[in-house]
């Protein structure tokens, strides 16, 4: 059984920094990429950043490009992302998600597949206060 566990959401003032940490178990061996996604409470749910596994691409939402880094430690299994300079518009629910897939939602275009990935975590709460 494949398992997502998202953690590191919290509240931090605008300006600051949080890393979020996501925690895959099970047969993860095969996934083509992993994915950060963002919900607000009334928007649409937003692609933050994929990694390309395989390859090691990196791709981000044009509302975070320069401020977020992902990342992924293999032998840990565990994905990251490093938020910098973060501002009140960046507050959501962060969910990761991971697909063994691959195609399109691995490349530039993976927030047109924002209800497209095979597997998801619980979410975790990101709130940045003005």
């Known amino acids: 059984q494949v398992q997502l566990v998202e953690s590191g959401g919290g509240s931090v003032q605008a300006g600051g920094s949080l890393r979020l940490s996501c925690a895959a178990f099970?047969?993860?061996?095969?996934?083509?990429?992993m994915a950060w996604f963002r919900q607000a409470p009334g928007k649409e749910r937003e692609g933050v950043a994929v990694?390309?596994?395989?390859?090691?691409?990196?791709y981000y939402g044009d509302s975070v490009k320069g401020r977020f880094t992902t990342s992924k430690d293999n032998a840990k299994n565990t994905l990251y992302l490093q938020m910098n300079s973060l501002k009140p518009e960046d507050t959501a629910m962060y969910y990761c998600?991971?697909?063994?897939?691959?195609?399109?939602?691995?490349?530039?275009?993976?927030?047109?597949?924002?209800?497209?990935?095979?597997?998801w975590g619980q979410g975790t709460q990101v709130t940045v206060s003005s």
């Open positions: 099970g047969y993860t061996s095969s996934w083509y990429c």
């Open positions: 998600a991971a697909d063994f897939r691959g195609g399109r939602r691995c490349g530039p275009q993976f927030s047109d597949y924002a209800f497209d990935f095979q597997y």
């Open positions: 990694i390309d596994i395989g390859g090691g691409s990196t």
